[in-house]
């Protein structure tokens, strides 16, 4: 098959091309900054420099997706969290250009990156089906853009019925190599890597119940789908929830009950104060989001994670104090020192330069 990947370079990207590689597969890899193509994963890929954003690269990216045979869309935005028009153009106007590009071109499947995210607020204890309501969890723009993405499709796919289209909606996607990505957005950028492995005590509301997952896994996922040209939405998550319990015991820290009210208040100083990129939705986020059934994964897809939460966990952990990264430039390093200059200089964290 000939395939191709938007966000290749990223988190699951990068899981993807391993999965892919050496299957005989032609793969097309699509990001704003192609990576060094001589490092493995992503020299499996031949690469398209494309802007998701961009009107004027709608041409770069027809030609990266003529003559596929299905385009997976991974490409979203975490950076500048207060640059909503930004984020809001990439994730949704991108899968809007996306969609459009592999109409035109005759791709025949889309594979599309949802999330739990994109679920309206828990209910209750129990796990949700892919019929669960895609409202998003109002307080949180990465929810909201994630809902508003599927809104879309449901409309494009209405008018474009033979175009095969599925939706995978994983939990919180994790593995070592996302480490310094995760540190970039999650921690403010002067505080170590190494910090993480002296945390006391740590306060989060005992409520927390997250359904994780690892890149590897949703890679299987996609790999399946495309195999059988599946469509349709999909869960994906680990058998149980990530608790502040398992949090506090991955750190080897104290876990103190701090209502999440209160953590929110915390969080939205330091980005108000332009200290760090998470923004207080993703508290809101943490807290509100329904946990997973992943049975019709199971069954049509014959899917299976194959790593529990608690070895998603460590492994997160463990990238994110030793700082671990890939050599593209979604996972590259995160350096103390880089992060000082831009402090210093002209480039504070909330701006972005235009390619």
Do not use: C
């Not at 998003?136 to 809104?151: C, D, L």
């Not at 190599?177 to 740590?202: E, M, N």
């Amino acid at each position: 098959m000939r395939i191709a990947i938007t966000g290749a370079t990223g988190n699951v990207g990068t899981a993807l091309l391993r999965a892919l590689s050496g299957a005989g597969h032609s793969l097309v890899g699509i990001a704003r900054r192609p990576p060094a193509a001589s490092h493995p994963p992503y020299a499996a890929a031949g690469w398209h420099a494309v802007d998701l954003t961009r009107d004027d690269h709608v041409d770069r990216l027809r030609e990266a997706v003529r003559g596929a045979d299905a385009l997976v869309h991974l490409a979203w935005g975490f950076q500048p969290s207060h640059r909503l028009d930004h984020l809001h153009e990439l994730g949704v106007g991108g899968t809007r250009r996306v969609a459009e590009a592999v109409v035109a071109e005759g791709v025949p499947h889309l594979v599309h990156m949802s999330s739990v995210g994109a679920y309206s607020p828990r209910s209750g204890p129990r796990p949700v089906t892919e019929d669960y309501p895609v409202d998003g969890v109002p307080t949180s723009p990465y929810s909201q853009h994630k809902a508003e993405a599927e809104r879309f499709l449901d409309g494009f796919a209405a008018a474009h019925p033979s175009l095969t289209l599925a939706r995978m909606r994983p939990g919180i996607i994790g593995q070592s190599a996302a480490g310094s990505a995760l540190l970039r957005y999650a921690v403010p950028g002067l505080v170590p890597a190494a910090a993480l492995r002296f945390v006391p005590v740590l306060p989060l509301d005992r409520r927390l119940e997250v359904p994780f997952v690892h890149a590897d896994d949703v890679a299987a996922a996609v790999v399946a789908v495309l195999a059988r040209g599946a469509e349709g939405a999909f869960n994906l998550a680990s058998g149980r929830p990530v608790t502040a319990e398992l949090v506090g015991a991955a750190l080897h820290a104290r876990t103190v009950h701090v209502p999440a009210r209160v953590l929110r208040a915390g969080v939205a100083a330091l980005w108000h104060a332009r200290l760090e990129q998470l923004d207080p939705g993703w508290i809101d986020l943490a807290y509100a989001v329904p946990l997973l059934d992943s049975a019709r994964a199971e069954l049509e897809l014959d899917w299976r994670p194959r790593h529990t939460e608690t070895e998603v966990l460590d492994e997160v952990i463990t990238g994110m104090a030793t700082s671990a990264s890939s050599p593209s430039p979604v996972l590259r390093p995160r350096r103390i020192l880089d992060n000082l200059a831009r402090a210093l200089g002209d480039a504070p964290v909330h701006r972005r330069a235009r390619p």
